[in-house]
């Protein structure tokens, strides 16, 4: 697994952060709702998509 130094240049990158952000407004009391569901989505697409433009996970999977 290789680190990705210009990982900031990747637009993944900044999508991952805009869903990580959701955690912000994210329903802690209301997690069982749809809204709860779909802000839980997000969020761990957005941790995904960080990562993913972290490392280089190419080589693991072609």
Do not use: A
């Amino acid at each position: 697994m290789d680190f990705n130094r210009e990982f900031y240049k990747v637009k993944i990158f900044w999508l991952g952060l805009l869903g990580i952000s959701f955690l912000r407004v994210f329903p802690w009391q209301n997690v069982c709702t749809t809204k709860g569901i779909i802000f839980l989505i997000i969020i761990v697409v957005g941790i995904v998509l960080v990562l993913k433009s972290l490392f280089n996970f190419t080589r693991y999977f072609s």
